[in-house]
């Protein structure tokens, strides 16, 4: 079983809609990351959060320690947000990154 | 904002030559790691780098890798002879008060 699983693997929105992406994991963590990967292939860091709930621009993404669940969600999106969105989490603050396998989002003017 | 650079953005490479794939890290975190992902695959964790020695590293790092911090500023992975299944994208990141990655190295052996 992977450490860390992501739904929809695929996503297809309409430019304007409102996307939500979402991560498990089943080992203890430190740390969650969100990251995008643009086709290029270059790893742009979103987040990293531990509890609650972080926001930057139309981004936020929020944590359910207990839960072990994640989600990342996009306001008012833009083709510009297209990329593979990637979740992954570390045990410790400064142990490796477990990567989740990426939701690739495509969205459409 | 500090940045994880990596040199070069690509490199083709015949099969059994050796490369090298530099790092530049966040000139004040201490903990380097090397990660690759094959083309349509995750991204996978290869080492992690911390006091001048290698802390962690998975069952992919197998002999015919090794990593150096050779002056204080770079940090490298060297293949010694490459094989067909190297070909992946390589990405160094570096941790302190926060973690970085950097834009990867495309490395395509032939």
């Known amino acids: 079983k992977n450490e860390v699983e992501q739904s929809p693997q695929n996503l297809t929105a309409q430019e304007g809609e409102f996307i939500t992406i979402n991560c498990s994991y089943s080992v203890g963590i430190s740390a969650l990351h969100w990251l995008q990967q643009h086709p290029g292939g270059g790893i742009v860091s979103l987040f990293m959060l531990s509890s609650g709930k972080k926001k930057h621009g139309r981004l936020i993404a929020t944590i359910n320690i207990q839960e072990k669940h994640s989600s990342l969600h996009i306001t008012a999106s833009h083709p510009r947000d297209s990329a593979v969105y990637i979740c992954?989490?570390?045990?410790?603050?400064?142990?490796?990154?477990?990567f989740g396998p990426g939701t690739s989002l495509s969205v459409i003017p | 904002e500090p940045e994880v650079t990596q040199t070069p953005s690509h490199q083709v490479t015949q099969m059994g030559q050796e490369v090298i794939l530099r790092c530049v890290p966040i000139?004040?975190?201490?903990?380097f790691y090397w990660y690759r992902q094959i083309l349509g695959q995750k991204v996978e964790f290869l080492v992690s780098?911390?006091?001048?020695?290698?802390?962690?590293k998975s069952e992919i790092f197998d002999d015919q890798f090794s990593v150096e911090r050779p002056d204080g500023s770079n940090f490298t992975l060297k293949i010694r002879s490459t094989k067909l299944e190297d070909s992946a994208m390589y990405f160094c990141?570096?941790?302190?008060?926060?973690?970085?990655f950097g834009s990867g190295t495309r490395l395509t052996v032939v």
């Open positions: 780098f911390y006091n001048n020695e290698i802390s962690e």
């Open positions: 000139s004040n975190h201490l903990y």
């Open positions: 992954a989490v570390s045990k410790t603050s400064y142990d490796k990154v477990i």
């Open positions: 990141a570096s941790g302190g008060s926060r973690y970085t």
